[in-house]
Each structure stands twice: as structure tokens, then as C-alpha cells.
């Protein structure tokens, strides 16, 4: 089974649907996340993809690489005194995610990897639509992909050469 965008998505919005602290998910275009016009409940966590890759090991191309920036934020208060403790939280629910997709059953199951041997955490605060504060990460996650011949939607092709 090929393991698509939209199923890491989902994977993603579990783990925010039945996280304890995080609120909202958020997933999509950063700048729709900034937009005046949005309302979220804090904290947060955005996904914003950033590409992907098809990745070749010896011959074949036989994993693909998904790229997102992954925003933790919460409300600033209006004396911010809570910065501090937005900072801490927010390094502790993406170290969280880490360890939950790092260790999570299915990943283990169907081969899926966070890529790379250190992920960054870069605090922010910003004035968006809220006063907000909190942590990105670059996360990489790479799937195994199989090229199977048979399942490319292709229109009056013979495909009786090979052994679908």
C-alpha cells in the first residue's frame, strides 16, 4: 500500500483530535493561518507542506518525501507574562508529536520515517490577527513507495505485456 499526502494528514489530525492540550488543527496555505479573517482556539498546530520528493535508493525510486513546516503556537497574554510558558509548552508538544509519530504503531508497521537525525525547533512571536507565540520545526516523513505499473490511470493502454 502506497502511503498518500492525505493519509499523513489524517495521521496528523488525529493526533491533534485527541491530544489533551492542542486545540485546533490547522492545515494548509500559512497564509490562510495568518489571515485577519481566521479564528482558531489556542494552542494550536499548523501544517503547512512544502514539497515533497521522490527519492531513488540504487536503481529504483522507491520512497517518496514529504516536507511540512509544523507551527505550536498559543495566545499571548496582553502583559506577557505567559511567553515563557507558551515556549516551554510548545517545545514539549512538538517533542511530543516527534515521539508519537517516531514510535507510532502504523508507521512502524508500513515502514515510515522521520527523515533526517535532527529536528530543529525555532521559537517565534508574532502579531498576526492574535498576539501569539510558540515553536516551527522543519519535519521530513518518507514513505515507502512502490511503483506498480497497473495502478497509473492510463486510458487504452495494452497491458497485456505485463503481469497485472
Not at 108 to 118: A, V
Not at 135 to 159: A, G, N, Q, R
Request: hydrophobic letters at 35%.
Amino acid at each position: 500500500m502506497n502511503i498518500s499526502l492525505n493519509i499523513i494528514k489524517n495521521i496528523l489530525q488525529l493526533y491533534v483530535d485527541n491530544n489533551k492540550i492542542l486545540k485546533n488543527f490547522y492545515y494548509g496555505d500559512i497564509s490562510k493561518l495568518t489571515n485577519e479573517n481566521s479564528s482558531f482556539e489556542y494552542p494550536l498546530l499548523g501544517v503547512i507542506p512544502t514539497g515533497s520528493s521522490i527519492n531513488k535508493v540504487e536503481t529504483r525510486f522507491n520512497s517518496i518525501k514529504y516536507n511540512f513546516n509544523i507551527i505550536c503556537a498559543d495566545l499571548v497574554n496582553g502583559d506577557e507574562t505567559n511567553v515563557d510558558d507558551i515556549l516551554s509548552d510548545t517545545v514539549q508538544n512538538l517533542s511530543d508529536l516527534v515521539s508519537f509519530l517516531d514510535q507510532n504503531e502504523y508507521f512502524n508497521e508500513y515502514d515510515i520515517s522521520l527523515n533526517g537525525t535532527t529536528i530543529t525547533m525555532e521559537s517565534f512571536f508574532e502579531r498576526f490577527s492574535d498576539v501569539v507565540a510558540g515553536h516551527t520545526m522543519l519535519l521530513s516523513i518518507e514513505v515507502p513507495w512502490k511503483y506498480i505499473d497497473c495502478e497509473i490511470p492510463m486510458i487504452d493502454f495494452d497491458y497485456k505485456n505485463l503481469d497485472c
